[in-house]
């Protein structure tokens, strides 16, 4: 006779099940695919004490289906009590998360919450997101990034344009309030933020924005999905930079210094060089 029944449980209890090789997943479930956004999106829910949803488990189910680890949880050496027969892209995104394993690493910034930063601006990107040096941070995940894409010209001005899917997140490079959130014919959906540094930086072209005007963001925190609004003939971010003296320039200079783990703000970049 099948018997369901419905029970709260702590996520560390479930992570330390699955770490004791007494959860695990019935070998006819997929590979985990959840990307790093999705995972960071959980770890702030679950660090505001919300619920992490719902997983459906069966009990004794290791006597019915093969069973196989958690991807990255130790190798099963005997018969689990659980299965996992829904929910297991949360709960893998979790183990992962919170046991340091698999290949992206998420951080809290203890002193950014301590200052009043919500939870999504304490939480420089992880290994797939952006690099962070000092005060400054790659505005899109340094894997999508090479030296000759830092060096590229923009067409008539000071300015930076990088063709990336629609979707792909980016990042704040560096901290500030956004001052202006846009949705217009030349920029389509975009964001300006004024740095603590004196400088103003502008995002364009995006999907969604993920910020609101007034709100302070980190370096490295995500503020929009890349897309292909306003004036665009493609999927791409473009980057504008104003030094504080108002005065626009490069910002592959400064890229490429981040890129090469040197801090560099905009009060020194050049204002020519980058145009072809």
Partial sequence: MIQFTSDQKPLTFLLDQ???????????????????????ELVASIVRSFPAGTLLLMQGGAQVFAPRAVEEAPALNGQPSFLIL?????????????SGTG?????????????????DDAQPAGAAGSQIVGDYALPVSRDLL???????????????DLAVPIGTPVYATHRGTVIAVTDDERCGRG??????????????????????????????????????????????????????????????????????????????????????
């Avoid at 699955?18 to 999705?38: E, I, K, M, T, Y």
């Fill in 103 to 119: 290949t992206h690493r998420y951080f809290l910034n203890l002193q950014e919450l301590i200052d009043g930063f919500d939870v």
């Fill in 18 to 40: 699955v770490d004791n090789r007494d959860l695990a997943l019935p070998d006819f479930q997929r590979s985990f695919v959840w990307d790093p956004g999705a995972t960071r």
């Fill in 146 to 160: 090479n030296v000759p894409l830092l060096r590229r010209p923009h067409h008539d001005y000071p300015a930076w």
């Fill in 191 to 276: 964001l300006v933020i004024a740095g603590l540094d004196g400088g103003r930086y502008t995002y364009c072209h995006a999907d969604a924005v993920t910020v609101a005007r007034g709100q302070v963001v980190a370096a490295g925190s995500q503020i929009m999905r890349s897309g292909n609004t306003g004036r665009s003939t493609g999927p791409h971010l473009h980057l504008q930079i104003h030094s504080p003296a108002g005065s626009l320039v490069c910002p592959q200079d400064l890229m490429e210094s981040w890129y090469a783990g040197r801090a560099a703000g905009p009060s020194t970049a050049p204002t020519t060089g980058c145009t072809s």
């Fill in 86 to 98: 829904d929910g297991q892209q949360r709960m893998t995104s979790l183990y992962q998360a919170f």
